[in-house]
């Protein structure tokens, strides 16, 4: 006989991290779905906004930059923007002042990925997520705080 499991919910539906978990596989999808013709993971999308992003506000984005922006382990953005450099989406260079940093920059093919990337990727969030309506930003705010909360954890 197979022994009993003891849950603290009664149901699946009833776990926000269960629910969290399917949410995020769904959402994932949607996101391959949108990404594949461009010939990006999400990993690399994820990266190359980050990279624009950070642009807009400096000319000397590093890896170390690019890392914290995404909350990303240092050794994996290392290695996915050398994937994004060999498609020439990317250039890295020596930084000036820090011989151990990288200098990150788009180049313009890389700008152009990017550019139809975040269109795909916003209306696919747009459709993903309309069903909460004027719940959005109230959502986005739950995710903020859950977000802040447990990042150092």
Same mark, same amino acid.
């Given at each position: 006989?197979?022994?009993?499991? &003891?849950? !603290?919910?009664?149901?699946?539906? @009833?776990?926000?991290?269960? +629910? ?5 596989? *769904? #959402?994932?999808? %949607? /996101? ?11 990993? /690399? ?5 980050? +990279?624009? #992003? *950070?642009?807009? @506000? ?10 914290? /922006?995404?909350?990303? =382990? ?11 450099? &060999?498609?020439?989406?990317?250039? %890295?260079? @020596?930084? /000036?002042?820090?011989? %151990?940093? !990288?200098?990150?920059? *788009?180049?313009? @093919?890389?700008? =152009?990925?990017?550019? !139809? ?9 747009? =459709? ?7 719940? *959005? ?7 903020? !705080?859950?977000? &802040?909360?447990?990042?150092? &954890?």
């Amino acid at each position: 006989m197979t022994p009993r499991i &003891e849950f !603290k919910f009664n149901s699946p539906n @009833e776990s926000p991290g269960y +629910l969290l978990a399917h949410l995020t596989m *769904l #959402w994932q999808r %949607r /996101q391959k779905k949108v990404l594949d013709p461009l010939n990006l993971t999400h990993t /690399q999308f994820m990266l190359l906004a980050a +990279l624009g #992003w *950070l642009s807009r @506000e400096s000319n000397h984005v590093t890896q170390v930059d690019i890392a914290n /922006q995404g909350n990303a =382990d240092r050794m994996m953005v290392s290695k996915v923007l050398r994937t994004l450099e &060999e498609k020439n989406f990317i250039n %890295r260079r @020596e930084h /000036q002042t820090d011989t %151990r940093a !990288k200098v990150i920059s *788009l180049t313009d @093919e890389g700008a =152009d990925i990017l550019q !139809k990337a975040l269109t795909a990727i916003e209306n696919a969030d747009i =459709d993903f997520f309309s069903i909460l309506g004027n719940n *959005l930003s109230a959502f986005n705010n739950s995710l903020i !705080k859950l977000t &802040e909360q447990n990042r150092d &954890e």
